[in-house]
């Protein structure tokens, strides 16, 4: 049961162009959203996060937009670079249970 | 001085054995995780501890023991090997009151089992 769903295993994007990671959830007392980044042969390292009462939380190249209607997270990273490509997770957890469930992934490439 | 490691990176070993993974911690953090990596590429908790106590424990088979001997070390030790447990086994550490910052990972190990 994926409580955290990542449906693109895969996507492709031009330097300099925007990418634009999708997660979905199922569970609504999710209260907290992370988005990890990882290397080959590294672990996970955290990129950004967002509260359950905002919609929105930027951080320089990368932004997070929360649509609790929808169950919805995205991930923008604009502009797109090089270094940017690496497998990212979405994750999410209800505070209080100290816990976070990862979503299956997504490879980004970033073409020249 | 890297900030969650484990050891080893690679552990190849033949089913039936029994073998550990080691996780250090220099951040500080009270609570500590293993996840597992499976094939089809889900991050899975196994266990949490705070503060040398077990806090979660998710489901796994009681072949696989976590122990804390304090609150900067959580090993993992794996009876009577299967093939199904190969995976990559991530360690990690937080702080109670970790804000929004989530987990520290470390590098992973690869475990392999013939």
């Known amino acids: 049961d994926q409580q955290v769903k990542q449906n693109s295993p895969s996507l492709s994007v031009q330097e300099g162009r925007i990418s634009i990671l999708n997660c979905d959830y199922t569970?609504?007392?999710?209260?907290?959203f992370l988005w990890y980044k990882k290397y080959p042969a590294e672990g996970p390292t955290f990129l950004i996060s967002?509260?359950?009462?905002?919609d929105k939380n930027e951080d320089g190249r990368f932004t997070v937009f929360l649509n609790k209607s929808a169950k919805h997270l995205s991930l923008h990273i604009v502009p797109s670079q090089p270094g940017d490509s690496a497998v990212y997770f979405c994750?999410?957890?209800?505070?209080?249970?100290?816990?976070?469930?990862f979503g299956k992934g997504t490879r980004l490439h970033i073409l020249p | 001085d890297t900030a969650v490691s484990q050891t080893p990176k690679y552990l190849v070993t033949q089913m039936g054995n029994d073998k550990s993974i080691k996780c250090e911690q220099n951040?500080?953090?009270?609570?500590m995780y293993w996840y597992k990596q499976d094939s089809k590429k889900f991050l899975k908790i196994m266990f949490s501890?705070?503060?040398?106590?077990?806090?979660i424990n998710e489901t796994v088979p009681n072949r696989f023991s976590p122990k804390s001997p304090d609150k900067a070390h959580l090993n993992l030790h794996i009876n009577s090997l299967e093939l199904g447990d190969s995976a990559v086994y991530f360690c990690?550490?937080?702080?109670?009151?970790?804000?929004?910052?989530?987990?520290?990972f470390g590098s992973g190990t690869r475990l392999t089992v013939v």
């Open positions: 990690a550490s937080s702080s109670r009151d970790r804000g929004l910052h989530g987990y520290t």
């Open positions: 569970n609504s007392m999710f209260d907290y």
């Open positions: 967002i509260s359950s009462i905002k």
């Open positions: 994750a999410a957890s209800v505070q209080r249970d100290d816990k976070i469930i």
């Open positions: 951040l500080g953090h009270d609570t």
């Open positions: 501890y705070n503060n040398k106590e077990l806090i």
